[in-house]
């Protein structure tokens, strides 16, 4: 059967979105990962996550642009991806701050971040929020539990040490592969217990099984 080409279009084609908290690494080793892969990215990125590049990397914010294949200004709430009848895979947000986190999860969004993940929400598409704050007071815990009502999965970036992680970049790959495995979308950067040859169980459980 022939497979409709907008539809197979839509398939492969992920959000990305990068606010202003620590850790936009992931946001820019996703779009690494995902152009490799040969996924469609429309990134969106706060004005305040430009600060933090300034601060944690020596990349020019034009050189992050030039990893995605579309870029959407933060205040064009007019772009593709505001309206629900842009088809896409989904939404990751790569570091998620608690102020987006807390637009999200109160529906008033005030930028094109978090509208289309507003818009995620309502298409039921999948949302993915690497949330990144500790810690965590019992106001942000519960806009976290209202979002994982509403269908979005709060992913923070929690390192695996299973894997034995050699450097940061070892670490980092790890937890934003685990997070395309959300999408059924294995870009070969992830470090499989009970797969991964280094990895297999030699005997009994793991000392935190229990």
Same mark, same amino acid.
């Given at each position: 059967?022939?497979?409709?080409?907008?539809? $197979?279009?839509?398939?492969?084609?992920?959000?990305?979105?990068?606010?202003? !908290?620590?850790? @936009?690494?992931?946001?820019?080793?996703?779009?690494?990962?995902?152009?490799?892969?040969?996924?469609?990215? #429309?990134?969106?990125?706060?004005?305040?996550?430009?600060? %933090?590049?300034?601060? $944690?990397? =020596?990349?020019?914010? !034009?050189? @992050?642009?030039?990893?995605?294949?579309?870029?959407?200004?933060?205040?064009?709430?007019?772009?593709?991806?505001?309206?629900?009848?842009?088809?896409?895979?989904?939404?990751?947000?790569?570091?998620?701050?608690?102020?987006?986190?807390?637009?999200? =999860?109160?529906?008033?969004?005030?930028?094109?971040?978090?509208?289309?993940?507003?818009?995620?929400?309502?298409?039921?598409?999948?949302?993915?929020?690497?949330?990144?704050?500790?810690?965590?007071? %019992?106001? #942000?815990?519960?806009?976290?539990?209202?979002?994982?009502?509403?269908?979005?999965?709060?992913?923070?970036?929690?390192?695996?040490?299973?894997?034995?992680?050699?450097?940061?970049?070892?670490?980092?790959? #790890?937890?934003?592969?685990?997070?395309?495995?959300?999408?059924?979308?294995?870009?070969?950067? @992830? $470090?499989?217990?009970?797969?991964?040859?280094?990895?297999?169980?030699?005997?009994?459980?793991?000392?935190?099984?229990?």
């Amino acid at each position: 059967m022939k497979v409709n080409p907008m539809i $197979e279009s839509s398939r492969r084609r992920l959000i990305v979105g990068i606010s202003g !908290a620590s850790g @936009v690494v992931y946001g820019v080793r996703l779009l690494q990962l995902l152009r490799n892969a040969g996924v469609d990215t #429309h990134l969106v990125m706060s004005k305040t996550a430009e600060v %933090t590049f300034a601060y $944690e990397t =020596a990349m020019k914010i !034009a050189d @992050v642009k030039a990893l995605a294949h579309t870029v959407h200004g933060i205040d064009d709430m007019a772009a593709s991806i505001s309206s629900g009848s842009f088809r896409t895979m989904g939404m990751i947000i790569a570091p998620c701050s608690m102020r987006s986190m807390s637009e999200i =999860a109160s529906g008033v969004t005030t930028t094109l971040l978090t509208r289309a993940a507003d818009v995620t929400l309502k298409e039921r598409r999948r949302l993915v929020l690497m949330v990144r704050e500790t810690p965590l007071h %019992t106001g #942000h815990l519960r806009s976290l539990t209202a979002l994982s009502e509403m269908g979005a999965i709060i992913a923070p970036p929690v390192p695996a040490f299973y894997a034995k992680p050699d450097s940061l970049n070892d670490m980092v790959d #790890h937890t934003v592969g685990r997070v395309l495995d959300l999408f059924d979308l294995d870009v070969g950067v @992830v $470090e499989r217990w009970g797969e991964t040859p280094a990895l297999k169980r030699r005997s009994g459980p793991r000392d935190d099984a229990t």
